[in-house]
Every structure is written in C-alpha cells, then in structure tokens.
C-alpha cells in the first residue's frame, strides 16, 4: 500500500492560484489523513491535474473529465462550506 508523505501532499496542494489554495490547503492540511487510501490516492491523483482544469471543476463550472474524481470534489467542496 502506497504510503503518502504530508509535507509534499500540502506542497502540492499549493498551487499559485489563489482560489485553488484557498480550498485545496485546507484540504490537505485538515481532511487529507483521516481520507480512506484509495481516497487519499485519488486525491493525490486529482493534484496531477492542471490548474485550469482544477478551477473549472472545483467552480463547478464544468464536471471531470474522469468521473472518478467527482466524489472528492464534493468531499473538497463540503470542507470548504464548513
């Protein structure tokens, strides 16, 4: 089972724009340990993904490309409206 390091989660959560920090720090910061492993690899997955991209999904301007990342989406977007 991959093993994830929070320090670079968090680094790579940072993205430079300011809208996607605002909900992906957090995230990773409060939420990310206590995910379950493949939620914790999807994650890690969605972080690969282009800014561009991560905005219009995260602004629900457009849904996913890969459905899969639908539930952590909403799971980001419920943390965020905390």
Do not use: C
């Not at 089972?1 to 430079?16: C, D, L, T, V």
């Not at 995230?27 to 914790?40: G, I, K, N, T």
């Amino acid at each position: 089972m991959q093993e994830f390091n929070k320090h670079e989660i968090f680094w790579h959560s940072r993205r430079g724009m300011l809208e996607l920090d605002l909900l992906l720090v957090p995230f990773a910061r409060e939420v990310f340990e206590s995910l379950s492993h493949p939620d914790q690899m999807l994650y890690s997955e969605l972080l690969e993904e282009e800014d561009q991209d991560l905005f219009t999904w995260l602004m629900q301007r457009t849904p996913p490309n890969d459905p899969r990342f639908e539930s952590i989406i909403r799971l980001i977007l419920a943390h965020n409206s905390r």
